[in-house]
């Protein structure tokens, strides 16, 4: 059972993702973006990662994709702007790049010696809201202060970038 | 229980899919989806591990991913409206005076 969810749901994950690079039209390309995100977070929730799941759904398919949609219906974009969607000249190096990627991905995954899943003995908290509060708030503290730091510089980017006169 | 491999192949699937969109798409909005799709595929990659080794590290990274994603989506964003309000078009091939 669990199995038969993973394979649908990381099958529409990739479906979606091929067809978020292959649309011509960008809103279809944030459509199914979405949909992959919302497979991914189905995948967290049963890798036990409750909180990073919500996290998913309320940053990514909510915040971001928002932010995407904003800018197309504000650039307006005419069917003449988007061009020929697919650089051909670059289509064979893409290929030979994606098979040299996967191959070798595939290779490394096969040839590691990954230890099986600790499975029943994982904490009751792990994954839930307290558990990732807690290691965010003790143990990554400092880096958790450090994400403030670049959200700020990424606010004030955005608005100098925005501005009307450069 | 589902094997920690068949999630590192459908992450490595999915970066490989990123990776094909920022190569070969012409549309710039289109590049930063798939730039989008490879952070998620990283994101996919950590949960995966942190449920193998029972450690909640990778729950804290994928947190930071999404910061860092979050940031690179309002300045890329920015920039393209910059870019737009010049060029009149998202096409990447019109922007070539930085080409050799």
Known sequence: MELAIFILTSLVAIVAALLVILQRNPI????YLMTTFVA???LFIQLRAAF???LQVIVYAGA??????FVIMLLNLRREDFGKDIKLKYKPLAVAFAVVLLIETLVVI???MIPALPGANLPATFGSVQGVGKELFTTYLYPFELTSVLLIVAILGAVVMAKKKL | MVPLEYYLVVAGIIFTIGMIGVIVARNIIIIFMAIELMLNAANL????????LGSMGGHVMVFMIMTVAAAEAAVGLSIIIALFRNRDSA????VNLMKW
């Open chain 1, 64 to 69: 971001i994709m928002v932010l995407f949609l």
């Open chain 1, 52 to 54: 990073i799941a919500i």
């Open chain 2, 45 to 52: 990659a950590m949960i995966a591990f942190s449920r193998n």
């Open chain 1, 28 to 31: 279809a390309s944030v459509m």
């Open chain 1, 40 to 42: 991914q977070a189905i």
């Open chain 1, 110 to 112: 096969n040839a590691s």
């Open chain 2, 91 to 94: 096409n990447i091939d019109e």
